[in-house]
């Protein structure tokens, strides 16, 4: 095997740990070019699309990639921000907000972030990572509820990385933190903010990614700890069961998904004669085509036009800071029994200045 040139050891080089955010990624620009580099990396990852490969080559390759890329160009130019893609956006300020939480709480510890699909590459980070010294790292996928789509894709991604490189830190993964109690008061308090500057409507629309219904039966528990989010969400709001309904978007494809679909139950209810409509996603960390875009603007319409009279999307956490503090509490607590301090104790601006330091001495080995 030929492993992946990397700085030589140091004797004596003392352990440092590090935490690599991971959301799920974007294409570089809203052009059909760059969506269709992105989406053939995405659609062709076995865990997303489980078909035979040559079959789903073929599908890929012959019709997807040649209709899809154009159509989705449009849809993220109608969500881009001037200075890039709101997921990328979102997770580097969800990365910086976590360093500076670590950094104050005293740790020593790195914070970076990539994306499973696009750039930046969870290899590269990891390289960049064990260059500045990282010998310790905690992978924290950005998905609240597992899905072997989701998570098992990065826990895949760094394993592939693993076998790469000849000298691999010890590594850690955060499967998933759907019933953490700190992020589930941050998606309330967002909630009852929104509540308060807004108005509140008859039901409360808790839509999640949708997958494949065949994965519930093939063991995956993302289903399962779907509706426990949204239980516990809907216990911290003081919602009775008929004050808010679970849904699932995003279906691909012909085969059965996880039900109820979002935008044909928004449509009944609107028919039902529910004439306000709030929307979370509580499946994402970080605002994306599938929040701003596909609920935020499609399930907005639909509902409209089916008679319903306002829809009001809620976002996602982003950089909120009782969320960022979640995600602190949530890295701090898999963190234990590994070196987060140093022997003095550094906080504040001596960290900040020891990071760049360490970043530095990274990019230039």
């Known amino acids: 095997m030929n492993f992946a040139p990397e700085p030589a050891y140091r004797h004596g080089q003392p352990e440092r740990s590090a935490v690599l955010l991971v959301n799920l990624g974007t294409p570089d620009a809203p052009t059909p070019a760059a969506l269709r580099r992105y989406l053939a990396e995405f659609l062709w990852d076995p865990r997303v699309v489980e078909i035979p490969r040559p079959l789903w080559w073929l599908i890929l390759h012959g019709v997807i990639l040649r209709l899809r890329p154009a159509k989705s160009a449009a849809k993220y130019a109608s969500i881009w921000a001037a200075d890039g893609s709101p997921l990328l956006l979102g997770t580097r300020g969800q990365a910086e907000g976590l360093q500076a939480l670590l950094d104050a709480r005293g740790h020593t510890v790195l914070v970076r972030f990539a994306m499973r699909y696009g750039q930046p590459a969870i290899a590269a980070e990891l390289d960049a990572l064990k260059a500045a010294g990282a010998t310790r790292i905690l992978v924290l996928p950005l998905y609240p509820q597992y899905a072997a789509a989701t998570t098992g894709s990065v826990v895949d991604a760094v394993g592939a990385w693993a076998r790469r490189s000849r000298r691999v830190p010890e590594l850690r993964f955060v499967n ?28 409360l629309v808790m839509s999640f990614h949708g997958v494949p219904a065949r994965s519930l039966a093939l063991g995956d528990p993302y289903h399962c700890e779907c509706h426990v989010t ?17 849904t699932f978007q995003s279906r691909l494809g012909r085969a ?79 963190l234990q029994g590994w070196p987060t301090r140093s022997d003095s104790g550094p906080t504040g601006e001596a960290l900040a200045a020891q990071r760049q330091r360490a970043l530095a001495q990274g990019a230039s080995d």
Request: net charge negative; hydrophobic share 45%; glycine share 8%.
């Open 176 to 203: 998933h933190y759907h019933d953490d109690p700190a992020h589930i008061a941050a998606l309330a308090a967002s909630v009852r903010e929104h509540w308060a500057a807004h108005g509140r409507g008859q039901k």
């Open 230 to 246: 949204a239980r516990l969400l809907a216990q911290a709001l003081g919602l009775s069961a008929d004050g808010y309904i679970v």
């Open 256 to 334: 059965q998904w996880l039900e109820p679909y979002t935008e044909p139950t928004v449509q009944r209810l609107a028919r039902e004669g529910i004439r306000q409509l709030d929307a979370i996603c509580p499946g994402f960390a970080t605002d994306n085509l599938e929040t701003l875009e596909e609920v935020g603007m499609e399930v907005r319409d639909a509902f409209l036009a089916a008679g319903g009279e306002r829809f009001a999307y809620i976002p996602c956490l982003n950089t909120r800071a009782d969320g960022l503090a979640a995600l602190a509490d949530l890295a701090e607590r898999h």
